[in-house]
């Protein structure tokens, strides 16, 4: 494709783990240059941190994921030869960027005022578990503890489940979304205006932000309790059909729709009792009830083939191995394989975001650590 959109953008990236490295692998994928500074012989704490048993040329599978199509710079930060070695780079950069926790930056010199004075024009961001301030700043910032907190655990699975979380890092990848959209805006400006900016995102804000629905409904209604449907539970508010449910063969994805219409369309005349939205709320309960049972009587294609047509919002709950092997999945190209320099090839996932019709692809893989950090002194002339 043509030049990518941040081709020419340089991110000196201190941050490790999943949130912000995911930042500026999208910063990354929209074509700006990410130079990793890692510890010496550690590197990223990410590098071994095992989300499971795979292993990846020597390395966390994770890591792999969160940073491919970055370069990779060693230096010891507490070490002034080092210091100022990156203090120019920083003097070259458009993005600093680091997910440390309060206080930290102080100790290694690369606090926002430092790092101002070094570069006026930066576009400076950081990531952290509770913000700078209060009582909670140095609790860590974990994505399963800020689920906990947040109240994120109390909308999924069903009524008597207890606290459910969602099985991915979500609230890690939602902070590092918010914090590549607040680095883009401030270079919109420092490319317009010559002035850089300070971008600061919390995890617990993004787990907050992502609930917006949810939190609106609570203020609303006068602060009751989140009450989940007593089965086939998929969302806490929303009235029936709403919900996942089993079929004779596999599982069914029912979303917003009226009643008595799904009663007609499915032969479901116990359905067609309930007329008002309003007894889709109340009588919630019930009607999932009923439609539990009536859909197992038949597999889920034959549910599809009468709902589909009708344009009633159902699909199919499949599982990778299924979805992967869809047309419809095939002609995304969502899956590219990368190359690391030794040779190692592994496929990931690929940008989501299409400019001017074209893909965001790389065939970049993750960097070794501290592979570039001989190119990146004589380039620079540390």
Not at 249 to 260: C, K, R, V, Y
Request: aromatic share 8%; with cysteine.
């Amino acid at each position: 494709m043509e030049n990518k959109p941040l081709e020419g953008i340089l991110v000196i990236d201190f941050s490790q783990y999943l949130s912000a490295p995911s930042a500026s692998l999208r910063l990354a994928d929209l074509g700006a240059r990410v130079i990793k500074i890692e510890k010496p012989q550690t590197g990223d704490n990410c590098r071994s941190l095992y989300f499971s048993n795979l292993v990846m040329n020597g390395e966390s599978s994770m890591f792999h994921a969160i940073n491919r199509n970055k370069q990779s710079y060693c230096a010891d930060l507490k070490v002034e030869d080092d210091r100022k070695k990156v203090y120019k780079l920083i003097e070259k950069a458009d993005v600093v960027m680091h997910n440390f926790r309060p206080g930290v930056v102080e100790k290694l010199g690369i606090d926002f005022d430092t790092v101002k004075s070094i570069n006026p024009g930066i576009v400076y961001a950081e990531l952290s578990g509770y913000g700078k301030e209060g009582v909670w700043k140095n609790k860590p910032g974990l994505d399963l503890l800020l689920q906990s907190i947040s109240g994120l655990t109390q909308l999924n699975g069903n009524d008597g489940a207890g606290p459910v979380p969602i099985g991915l890092a979500v609230v890690d990848i939602l902070s590092g979304a918010h914090l590549a959209q607040g680095i883009l805006s401030c270079l919109y400006r420092k490319v317009t205006t010559g002035k850089g900016g300070r971008v600061e995102v919390s995890m617990l804000e993004s787990a907050l932000e992502y609930q917006f629905e949810s939190v609106t409904c609570f203020h609303r209604d006068g602060g009751k309790p989140t009450v989940r449907p007593k089965s086939n539970s998929a969302h806490a508010y929303l009235g029936a059909p709403y919900g996942v449910y089993p079929t004779k063969n596999g599982h069914l994805a029912l979303a917003m729709g009226s009643i008595p219409v799904l009663g007609d369309l499915l032969g479901c005349p116990a359905l067609k009792n309930y007329e008002t939205p309003q007894s889709w709320f109340d009588k919630r309960d019930e009607i999932k009830d009923i439609l539990a049972n009536h859909l197992q009587t038949k597999n889920t294609a034959d549910w599809l083939a009468v709902l589909e047509p009708a344009d009633f919002w159902c699909a199919e709950v499949m599982n990778w191995k299924t979805l992967f092997d869809k047309e419809a999945f095939k002609i995304l190209n969502m899956i590219q394989e990368v190359s690391m320099s030794d040779g190692y090839k592994f496929k990931t996932t690929r940008c989501p975001i299409q400019v001017n019709s074209g893909w965001l692809t790389s065939e970049i893989g993750t960097p070794k650590l501290g592979e570039h950090t001989a190119v990146i002194q004589k380039e620079f002339s540390l």
